[in-house]
């Protein structure tokens, strides 16, 4: 009787308190990531009929039509897009994390605030907002034709480069939050010392700045260049088509393609890109924290 009593004493203490805590979440993994992607890896290996339905029939072929050159074609221009937009976004973002950081009076709160202001609004919006701005008879042609500076409005939509700024635009925050984050807890004291030492600031930047926010850095680049390969609504509003990458073919598959195994497949691909992604990033020091995992 002391044994059983001890058991129950020891299952309301220790035991009852694991589950209600760990339960919920392990269940919602279960139902929301673990069968949705069981159910996507198995979708990839099966067939489509004459009227576009799933067939269970084991297959490969989904996975050979990967390597179609037109194929290839748009898995490179995908990996040039998103990391053109990284480094954008790096060189952009670095500067403003660092004066965020380094701010010390109300404006710093002003400054952070207006990273996290374009959070309040679907980014699909604000990429239409783009459109509506870059167009032919948006509002940057109309003012430079009013002002005389052209005589013909600007061709600026539909272009890679149109691409690559609205994946900028999309990602910026994702890029300044782990810089700000990094800068933040950088020790001033390290500054004065390298300065007093003699070196320069360009010195100072490269060896001691970067050195020490590179975590930093590394979060930022990978929060930045693994959603740049699925935002498939950029490259279709700002790209009209002429920029197709990863996430246009696997919502293409999806939608009007009606090719769930293909589709499927796509997105696998993709998901071990992103594993690959980030065990480099672990490989490199990274704090898996800083990601979110």
């Given at each position: 009787?002391?044994?059983?009593?001890?058991?129950?004493?020891?299952?309301?203490?220790?035991?009852?308190?694991?589950?209600?805590?760990?339960?919920?979440v392990s269940l919602w993994m279960i139902l929301f990531v673990a069968i949705p992607m069981i159910y996507v890896i198995v979708i990839s290996f099966c067939n489509i009929d004459e009227n576009y339905n799933?067939?269970?029939?084991?297959?490969?072929?989904?996975?050979?039509?990967?390597?179609?050159?037109?194929?290839?074609?748009?898995?490179?221009?995908?990996?040039?897009?998103?990391?053109?937009?990284?480094?954008?976004?790096?060189?952009?973002?670095?500067?403003?994390?660092?004066?965020?950081?380094r701010t010390k009076s109300r404006r710093k709160n002003i400054f952070y605030m207006?990273?996290?202001?374009?959070?309040?609004?679907?980014?699909?919006?604000?990429?239409?907002?783009?459109?509506?701005?870059?167009?032919?008879?948006?509002?940057?042609?109309?003012?430079?034709?009013?002002?005389?500076?052209?005589?013909?409005?600007?061709?600026?939509?539909?272009?890679?480069?149109?691409?690559?700024?609205?994946?900028?635009?999309c990602l910026f925050p994702f890029m300044v939050l782990p810089l700000y984050s990094a800068l933040e807890k950088l020790d001033g004291s390290l500054l004065e010392a390298s300065a007093d030492l003699g070196?320069?600031?360009?010195?100072t930047f490269f060896e001691v700045i970067l050195p020490l926010t590179s975590s930093g850095i590394f979060s930022g680049c990978i929060m930045v260049f693994i959603p740049a390969l699925g935002y498939f609504y950029v490259s279709d509003i700002l790209g009209g088509g002429n920029t197709d990458m990863i996430g246009n073919l696997i919502e293409r598959q999806f939608q009007s393609g009606n090719n769930w195994p293909l589709g499927?497949?796509?997105?696998?691909?993709?998901?071990?890109?992103?594993?690959?992604?980030?065990r480099i990033y672990q490989k490199l020091?990274?704090?898996?924290?800083?990601?979110?995992?």
């Open positions: 009787m002391g044994d059983k009593s001890k058991e129950k004493m020891r299952f309301r203490s220790r035991i009852l308190p694991a589950l209600t805590t760990v339960a919920p799933v067939v269970f029939q084991f297959t490969f072929k989904n996975y050979i039509r990967l390597i179609d050159p037109d194929y290839l074609k748009i898995y490179l221009q995908s990996l040039l897009i998103a990391f053109l937009s990284t480094v954008l976004a790096l060189l952009i973002a670095f500067p403003f994390a660092w004066i965020i950081a207006l990273v996290i202001i374009p959070f309040w609004t679907n980014s699909l919006i604000r990429i239409y907002g783009w459109k509506t701005f870059l167009g032919n008879s948006g509002w940057l042609n109309s003012f430079l034709l009013k002002v005389h500076l052209i005589k013909d409005p600007l061709d600026l939509l539909y272009h890679p480069a149109t691409t690559v700024l609205g994946m900028v635009y070196a320069r600031k360009v010195q499927a497949a796509l997105s696998i691909i993709l998901i071990l890109v992103t594993l690959l992604l980030v020091g990274g704090d898996m924290e800083s990601l979110g995992v």
